[in-house]
T-cell receptor
Framework: EDKVVQSPLSLVVHEGDTVTLNCSYE??????LLWYKQEKKAPTFLFML????IEKKSGRLSSILDKKELFSILNITATQTGDSAVYLC??????????FGTGTSLTVIP | GAVVSQHPSRVICKSGTSVKIECRSL??????MFWYRQFPKQSLMLMAT?????????EQGVEKDKFLINHASLTLSTLTVTSAHPEDSSFYIC???????????FGAGTRLSVL
């Protein structure tokens, strides 16, 4: 059964901390892995990863994929209260099906 | 873990026909269900929020009469695309919120192609 598992389910940190969010997957015919940030309504797209070992970076956020071990991590450095959100991981297969994890709820305390 | 089943996974239909997509929470009661549509560049757009037993709340710009949502029970929500046109071709995803938890469980999505 294809699935995506995210951990932890929730996380509370203080401003300035660095956090690492995990996403492991078991999806046949893998095509890409995507990270989203969901604050209120629809998730906002962050990264798409297709190749192992290549880090994608955007400001304080970075992500990397390991296709051998079937996981990805999302790092956020120097966290701010505006980073509080649910971070979703999704895997797309070659048939264009998406499998979403349950998300990690991040709360950043001032 | 909680499972949301979305059916069908893929549908091809002629222009003018209506298509119904089902979203079921298999092992939990989903007091709230969400319907999303995926656009190019991977962005997801929230179409509507449905609560069991009440009318769905549609986001701005989403036609209520075009996208009919019914949340008749705590385990089933349906989205009907009425009189579908090629521009409705997209990937539709549902998710369910487990009662009292801030966690969404997503269905696998439905790829709609309107010819």
């Amino acid at each position: 059964e294809d699935k995506v598992v995210q951990s932890p389910l929730s996380l509370v940190v203080h401003e300035g901390d660095t956090v690492t969010l995990n996403c492991s997957y078991e999806v046949t015919n893998f095509r890409s892995l995507l990270w989203y940030k969901q604050e209120k309504k629809a998730p906002t797209f962050l990264f798409m990863l297709t190749s192992s070992g290549i880090e994608k970076k955007s400001g304080r956020l970075s992500s990397i994929l390991d296709k051998k071990e079937l996981f990805s991590i999302l790092n956020i450095t120097a966290t701010q209260t505006g980073d509080s959100a649910v971070y979703l991981c999704a895997v797309r297969n070659t048939g264009n099906q998406f499998y979403f994890g349950t998300g990690t709820s991040l709360t950043v305390i001032p | 873990g909680a499972v949301v089943s979305q059916h069908p996974s893929r549908v091809i239909c002629k222009s003018g026909t209506s298509v119904k997509i089902e979203c079921r929470s298999l092992d939990f009661q989903a007091t709230t269900m969400f319907w999303y549509r995926q656009f190019p560049k991977q962005s997801l757009m929230l179409m509507a929020t449905s609560n069991e037993g009440s009318k769905a709340t549609y986001e701005q710009g989403v036609e209520k009469d075009k996208f009919l949502i019914n949340h008749a029970s705590l385990t089933l929500s349906t989205l009907t695309v009425t009189s579908a046109h090629p521009e409705d071709s997209s990937f539709y995803i549902c998710s369910g919120n487990r009662e009292n938890r801030n966690i969404q469980y997503f269905g696998a999505g439905t790829r709609l192609s309107v010819l």
